[in-house]
């Protein structure tokens, strides 16, 4: 993915980093050398400075003082209630995307879950994990709250990496992709109740789900 030429390069660059964490190439607990990223993205070390300053506020980065920046790992009861709360922002989204949808934007909304269907039938995790990603932001733009989408957005970039790490658990995409066809049904068919205990349920990571996402990070990427 190319810059974006027309944003400051500081801004550039921070959506180059963040991209590289939310696709795992800076997976939880990566210490950031700047000489390093400065190599890596072509730039000098204020802009990487600046960079890691708007990421740091953000959440997806930390720096610690005489000790450089790092990709923050999260302890387990972090995790759980991140994703408590996002179950909540995204089956509010889905209560309200439900009642305003439009024809166009269920046209739109069946177009990106074909595109899930064809990744699952192609096997393909990491292009459904991206195709996924944007049915869900589709979701948020569908309450048409413009507060709801920049906060349910904010909280799912802080946790992408740990989302993306779920559909290494066995047969999970098939899992996602159902339960996705039946948010799609409820979000159509106008059952604002319906659409939100489906979307909080398929956010939720409860129970065995929970344990199979632990089970999939290395050592390193969780703090107990």
Not at 12 to 37: F, W
Not at 180 to 188: G, T
Request: aromatic residues 8%; hydrophobic residues 40%.
């Amino acid at each position: 993915m190319s810059l974006i030429d027309d944003l400051p390069l500081s801004v550039q660059v921070s959506k180059k980093i963040e991209d590289d964490i939310i696709y795992g190439l800076l997976p939880p607990g990566t210490k950031l050398d700047e000489a390093k990223l400065c190599e890596k993205y072509g730039v000098s070390r204020t802009p990487i400075r600046e960079a890691l300053k708007l990421l740091a506020s953000e959440g997806l980065v930390e720096i610690r003082p005489r000790r450089g920046a790092i990709i923050p790992t999260l302890n387990i009861v972090t995790l759980f209630e991140m994703f408590e709360v996002m179950a909540y922002l995204e089956g509010m989204c889905g209560r309200l995307a439900a009642r305003r949808i439009n024809e166009e934007e269920k046209v739109e909304l069946l177009q990106l879950h074909d595109q899930c269907k064809q990744y699952l039938i192609e096997d393909n995790p990491e292009s459904y994990y991206e195709a996924n990603r944007k049915f869900h932001f589709f979701l948020y733009q569908l309450s048409h709250n413009s507060f709801l989408v920049e906060q349910a957005s904010n909280l799912h970039n802080r946790l992408h990496p740990y989302r993306r790490l779920q559909l290494r658990v066995n047969n999970r995409m098939q899992h996602s992709f159902d339960e996705h066809q039946s948010i799609v049904d409820a979000v159509i068919n106008a059952d604002e109740d319906l659409a939100e205990r489906l979307i909080k349920a398929h956010v939720s990571i409860q129970g065995e789900r929970f344990t199979d996402l632990v089970a999939t990070m290395s050592p390193d990427s969780t703090q107990n």
